[in-house]
């Protein structure tokens, strides 16, 4: 926008410049933050999803097996004190 004013060009100018210098210092915050949580993460050492499903489904299948087996036992003790 133009203005037979200089003073207000000026602000105008003024302005649009701080704005643009505002974008380029969120652009760089944003970036750094990324950066600095990205590097938290990998110290972290967290595990893969499909690592985390996958050792979630074998200890579900353990439990599993181990009530089998402790049914199975108490059946062979029942037998045992019957004999």
Known sequence: MQ?????L???ARLFTDAAGAAQSVRAEID????????RLVADMDFVPREEFEATKAMAQKA???????EAR???????IAES
């Open 3 to 7: 203005t037979d004013n200089p003073v």
């Open 9 to 11: 060009d000026g602000l």
């Open 31 to 38: 970036t750094f933050v990324r950066q600095r949580l990205e």
């Open 63 to 69: 439990r599993e097996e181990n009530e089998r087996l």
């Open 73 to 79: 036992l108490a059946a062979l003790e029942a037998k």
